[in-house]
């Protein structure tokens, strides 16, 4: 089947969107499946799995907060059709959405692998409210600013994207000289930065104003003729508007994720469960630590109190080879986003420390490394100071983040002033190491302004 007409596509590569638009042409549904309905929603999927109870009626209360701030509340005469397909293999073999997008929206139907797709929800809802020609910029913009997704948070300063350069955004675009995670922070910043921009003007100047813009702007639109007809709509320059948004941080005033006020996910539960739909969230307290293992390129804790404050979580891109994070993160409740890859079945969460992970030497229990896998501790920004006890009976490769700005990392035979050996570990290199029952992890002062990650990888492992 060549892929469906009459939709804007989210096309992610690595989580990310970019849209295209095409004349409307009815065509057949994906595929019938198990049909379900809530006031708003007629939803199919072939899972063997039951939805989740909450599923369709955050659903429902989702299109109703996204409907209020667009000004196009639904009814229950227009009920939007969401296909839920099994993987994103399924999704590809299907053919109904092009070539290596991880899900499409037009007006009234979303087709994605997630069951809780807030991204392709925005497109959907803005496409039926606005309709219009659909501005890369803008259209995607909106979406990240309603959905929060891809999620990020950023203050731009000193490498701002250009809105220029957006005008057509595409995605992450391949880049031979970077990694795939360097690709993806890339493209994060550009659509962080439409995010931010579309969210900046809805706060000055409302929705309707907005939509107004969103509506005059065509594809393939020219830097001049984009001026102009910004300056028809609002009363001030781009270049102004785009300053602001950026020099304030991306803050999108996003619409809340209901999956917040569901009760948290217990100590120990496995991520995804026995049924399909609702995303549970993650309690974060203080002083205790979270373990998380999974096998991807990574995913996203997004805070539910404050959605700029969002934590990216890196893996592996080689197959099937498992990553564990051990991090300690403001107190909080989080969503954990998943990569587009990465099936729910993949991760596994425990509660790991009853303690602060770094503490005095009497306080920090001891972390257990991976033997066969990558291990990465992640500490809160800010500054960090104190001892960690280390269990491990092998050679590994240590990798401190260059996020990490000054500070030193050592690794000791004992803790404390009982220390009698210390050998240094610099930040941004890899430092071979034995880690043996007993070893301490020195940390003096330590500062970043973003997670601070300290990897752990056997030397047996590819890192």
């Known amino acids: 089947m060549q892929p469906r007409t009459g939709f804007t596509v989210a ?34 999927d072939r899972e063997q799995e039951a939805l989740c109870p909450e599923l369709l009626p955050l659903l429902d209360e989702h299109a109703e907060s996204v409907g209020s701030l667009i000004g196009s509340a639904p009814s229950s ?40 797709d807030t991204h392709e929800l925005s497109h959907a809802y803005t496409f039926a409210a606005w309709h219009g020609p659909f501005n890369a910029l803008l259209s995607e913009g909106v979406a990240v600013a309603l959905s929060c997704s891809p999620a990020a948070r950023y203050t731009f300063e000193g490498a701002a994207p250009d809105w220029r350069d957006l005008l ?6 391949p880049n031979d000289n970077q990694t795939q995670a360097a690709n993806h922070e890339n493209a994060v910043r550009q659509y962080a930065a439409a995010g931010a921009f579309t969210t900046n003007l809805a706060r000055r100047y409302g ?18 003729d ?26 999108p005033a996003c619409v809340p994720d209901p999956q917040c006020a569901l009760d948290a996910q ?35 804790l997004q805070s539910c109190s404050d959605s700029t404050q969002t934590y990216w979580f890196v893996g592996s891109e080689a197959t099937a080879v498992q990553t564990t994070h051990v991090l300690q ?62 269990n491990g009976a092998s050679r ?14 050592e690794l000791c035979d004992q803790c404390g002033l009982a220390a009698s050996s210390c050998s240094a570990i610099p930040v941004g290199e890899s430092t071979a190491v034995t880690v043996t029952a007993g070893s301490w992890l020195k940390l003096d002062n330590l500062i970043s302004l973003d997670l601070a990650q300290i990897r752990f990888t056997p030397t047996s492992v590819d890192p």
């Open 11 to 44: 096309m992610p590569v690595y989580g990310l969107f970019v849209i295209f638009v095409s004349p409307c042409a009815c065509e057949p549904q994906p595929f019938e499946g198990r049909v379900s309905h809530g006031r708003y929603f007629e939803y199919h």
């Open 266 to 300: 217990e100590d120990g539960q496995r991520l995804g469960a026995a049924c399909v739909g609702a995303e549970r969230p993650i309690d974060l307290v203080a002083n205790i630590g979270a373990r998380i293992s999974f096998v991807g390129t990574g995913f996203t």
């Open 77 to 116: 005469g227009d009920a939007f059709r969401y296909y839920k397909f099994r993987s994103f293999q399924e999704l590809q073999a299907s053919d109904d959405c092009p070539s290596e997008s991880g899900g499409c929206a037009f007006a009234g139907e979303v087709l994605s692998p997630k069951a809780f």
């Open 168 to 173: 057509s955004l595409s995605g992450e675009e």
């Open 226 to 251: 984009f001026q102009r007809q910004f300056s028809q709509v609002l009363p001030a320059s781009v270049d102004h508007e785009w300053s602001l948004a950026l020099g304030n941080g991306d803050a």
């Open 329 to 390: 993160l403001p107190r909080d409740r989080y969503l954990l986003v998943y990569d587009r890859d990465l099936p729910a079945s993949d991760f596994a969460l425990e509660s790991y420390f009853m303690h602060s992970l770094v503490g005095d030497c009497g306080v920090s229990e001891p972390l257990q490394l991976e033997g066969s896998q990558p291990t990465i501790i992640d500490l809160p920004p800010g500054t960090t100071t104190g001892w960690l006890a280390l």
């Open 207 to 224: 929705w309707a104003r907005l939509a107004e813009l969103y509506q005059r702007v065509p594809p393939g639109v020219s830097e001049l």
């Open 396 to 409: 590994y490769l240590v990798a401190p983040h260059p996020s990490i700005l000054s500070g030193k990392i």
